[in-house]
């Protein structure tokens, strides 16, 4: 069965650092990208952050370049977001999510919650 596990989210005040993880099972994981989404309230789903461990490739979203990290332990199959200087506008469920062509699995969200 495909888990994808993301944990980590909480309610910080602006400026302050979260980290997410997303640990996942159930597929081969070195083979796919994994990326981190978000989705605050009464917006469409964006794309955050991407990484994939295939190849080192990473991604990441201009609104979040400079403030976000995302790692990958291939021993832990899991998958990092570290978030520094979070802003407000950073509020929203983050969900994890691996791909793989037709593969397309996606993780409950975590909620983040910046307070000004």
């Known amino acids: 069965e495909v888990q994808l596990q993301a944990s980590g989210g909480g309610l910080v005040q602006a400026g302050g650092s979260l980290r997410l993880s997303c640990a996942a099972s159930?597929?081969?994981?070195?083979?796919?990208?994994i990326g981190w989404f978000r989705q605050a309230p009464g917006k469409e789903r964006e794309g955050v952050s991407c990484?994939?461990?295939?190849?080192?490739?990473?991604y990441y979203a201009d609104s979040v370049k400079g403030r976000f990290t995302i790692s990958s332990d291939n021993a832990k199959n899991t998958v990092y977001l570290q978030m520094n200087s979070l802003k407000p506008e950073d509020t929203a469920v983050y969900f994890c999510?691996?791909?793989?062509?037709?593969?397309?699995?996606w993780g409950q969200g975590t909620l983040v919650t910046v307070s000004s």
């Open positions: 990484i994939s461990s295939s190849d080192g490739r990473i």
């Open positions: 159930g597929f081969t994981f070195d083979d796919f990208a």
């Open positions: 999510n691996a791909r793989l062509g037709v593969y397309d699995y």
